[in-house]
């Protein structure tokens, strides 16, 4: 399904959910699907490591203290409860009693609680330093990847749907899942040592304080996959309220939503994408949360069993006061171990699960780069199109057929035809962007593929009709068409010049140094016109640029501006290959060659003087255009 249908799908039908969106998995493909995505752990882990190792190790040491220190916390608790107990005795006995031993326990479990609050304190910083870093980290991953991806990536909807779910989620989950694992070791220490003192009461109690969170981690992590698989269903949806609130509130659509009146109608598209997710949501939470308090219920009456048995054994006299207070202490800091530790194996399979999205969208394949070629084998030879076909992903039609097409070097080419009639892309292959499904095409001889593709897009200079408008300085918007000078004023004056972009530059009020576009402070917007001059100049900052190619950059401008423009561009491009596309033909019959395009198929070519000559579809559209300046 092409991105446009999928939009216009979500747009028409926002209540519309898949049915399977939340069903049950067969207990088997659950336990399979929870065993298996626990293979991101690992990655995870190293993941974190390279960010920081300081941090990891330190991580790793406060996790031991913090696990360690309640266990001691409590068995120094029963000795101070014991030694009051003595002290008493001995009080009521002969009026003297020494509280040294006293004041000894409780200064010790003073200083265990004050090393317990510091390791957690340590642990929380590390935590969020951490999670700095690593956000960073994992965002420049998403970005470095998206550099190395092909243009059909990015016009394919399930690929931003891909896309969408990485950055949402995946840039916060490899420190969550860390910290979690690091969560899991430190109440597991704690657990060993509940459990090594809890077993001098009786192994039953161990027993009892595991087994008791089993049912709610089970359900939990029920849970956790339909949360999941939620997610993953609302993509495309989630990305058109994104996109909703783009065009609610950006200044380059706020015009037309404001004369057409589009505003309380994208804004209910809005509302009503919301309150279907929103639903699927509640449902989900409901049952999560219902079946999470019938199950920990069952804990709850675990606890409170082994209070009275506790409470039992010392009214016979088998436990101290002080041994009941730490096995009580022991059995609630316990449970809730286990129920920390059984939380964080849910909310690892979690993290497991949405990081599988983040290395899904890391590990998109992409083709080698294998072209090498510095230098074509014919320099004097051009550019030859030869029985060129192509047809964009998931599209019935070819958008090109058959197409053979010589430019020698030096001359200029103009392409005509409608819209859609594949002109652009054509330009598209020409730039490597896409690459023909049959035929080749050669650049001075050497086929396109075999070209390193750094010294191919230096020799092109291009600018399309929907070029950027880099909310940058004027210097930087120009810069940006050669990115080794791109903060070279003198190139920036230069490749102006060249645009005929200098003289309105000039009048800005700090020239090179302007902020252009609204989203920053003291930004000044440009004309349509001015735009386009400064996308010229763009294209000119590429000096080693031999091909030089425009795609209708001059539609905003009059008739008379475009003529001077493109008759400024014919002095410039002397001895390199000039390529425009336009639908003025007083510039189109500029070109030493003129194709006519329709249907993905060249139908005519020659000069200006030929294809009138021709009397065919180029002279029908020509006198048609004629006309209106009569």
């Not at 090109?400 to 330009?427: C, F, M, W, Y």
């Not at 940058?472 to 230069?494: I, L, P, Q």
Request: proline share 4%.
């Amino acid at each position: 399904m092409s991105e446009a249908s999928r939009a216009v799908r979500a747009f028409r039908y926002p209540h519309h959910v898949p049915p399977h969106a939340t069903s049950p998995e067969p207990p088997k493909e659950l336990a399979r699907s929870f065993l298996g995505v626990f293979r991101y752990s690992g990655r995870a882990l190293e993941l974190v490591w390279s960010t920081s190792h300081a941090l990891t190790v330190a991580l790793a040491a406060l996790t031991l203290v913090a696990g360690l220190l309640p266990a001691g916390i409590a068995w120094v608790g029963a000795h101070i409860v014991d030694a009051v107990v003595t002290a008493s005795r001995l009080w009521a006995a002969d009026g003297h009693a020494p509280l040294r031993p006293v004041f000894e326990w409780v200064a010790l479990e003073g200083l265990l609680v004050a090393a317990l609050a510091g390791a957690q304190r340590g642990l929380s910083l590390c935590q969020s330093l951490l999670r700095a870093q690593l956000g960073q980290r994992v965002n420049v991953m998403i970005l470095e990847k998206a550099l190395t991806l092909e243009l059909a990536h990015f016009e394919d909807s399930e690929f931003y749907d891909k896309l969408t779910r990485a950055r949402r989620e995946a840039s916060s989950r490899p420190l969550s899942l860390v910290t979690r694992t690091f969560g899991l070791g430190q109440n597991a220490i704690s657990l060993l040592s509940y459990g090594s003192l809890l077993f001098q009461f009786s192994p039953w109690a161990v027993a009892v304080l595991l087994l008791a969170g089993l049912p709610s981690f089970f359900a939990e992590t029920k849970f956790s996959g339909d949360a999941f698989r939620l997610f993953r269903w609302r993509s495309p949806e989630t990305r058109m309220q994104l996109y909703l609130e783009t065009v609610l509130a950006r200044e380059d659509h706020a015009k037309e939503v404001k004369l057409f009146g589009l505003g309380p109608l994208l804004l209910q598209r809005y509302r009503d994408i919301f309150h279907t997710l929103y639903r699927a949501d509640r449902d989900l939470a409901v049952r999560r949360d219902s079946w999470g308090f019938v199950l920990g219920l069952l804990g709850t009456l675990a606890l409170y069993g082994a209070y009275a048995w506790i409470a039992a054994s010392t009214v016979m006299a088998r436990i101290t006061l002080g041994q009941m207070t730490m096995y009580l202490a022991l059995f609630r800091q316990g449970q809730s171990a286990v129920s920390a530790m059984l939380s964080a194996i849910g909310g690892m399979y979690e993290d497991n699960l949405y990081l599988s999205t983040l290395y899904e969208y890391l590990e998109t394949p992409v083709p080698p780069a294998t072209g090498m070629a510095q230098r074509g084998a014919k320099p004097e030879d051009g550019i030859r199109f030869e029985q060129v076909s192509f047809t964009y992903p998931g599209a019935s039609e070819p958008a090109l057929r058959d197409i053979d097409l010589h430019i020698r070097p030096g001359e200029s080419l103009a392409l005509v035809g409608q819209n859609g009639s594949g002109k652009t892309t054509l330009i598209k292959l020409l730039t490597r962007l896409y690459t023909p499904d049959s035929g080749r095409i050669l650049l001075d001889g050497t086929d396109l593929r075999e070209w390193d593709e750094g010294v191919l897009l230096q020799r092109i200079g291009v600018i399309f009709q929907d070029f950027a408008r880099y909310q940058m300085r004027v210097g930087e918007n120009v810069g940006a068409g050669d990115v080794t000078h791109f903060d070279d004023e003198a190139r920036w004056r230069e490749a102006s010049d060249k645009g005929m972009a200098s003289d309105f530059i000039d009048s800005l009020p700090a020239g090179f140094e302007t902020q252009l576009g609204k989203w920053f402070n003291d930004g000044r917007e440009l004309s349509g016109g001015q735009w386009q001059k400064i996308a010229l100049a763009r294209a000119f900052m590429r000096s080693r640029a031999d091909i030089l190619v425009l795609d209708e950059p001059t539609a905003a401008m009059d008739a008379q501006a475009e003529a001077t423009i493109f008759e400024h561009f014919r002095e410039l491009s002397g001895g390199r290959i000039a390529i425009l596309i336009s639908h003025r033909f007083s510039t189109v019959r500029m070109a030493d060659q003129i194709i006519v395009i329709q249907d993905g198929r060249i139908i005519e070519r020659g000069n200006h003087e030929q294809l009138m000559a021709e009397d065919g579809h180029y002279a029908h559209l020509f006198s048609l255009q004629a006309q209106g300046y009569r």
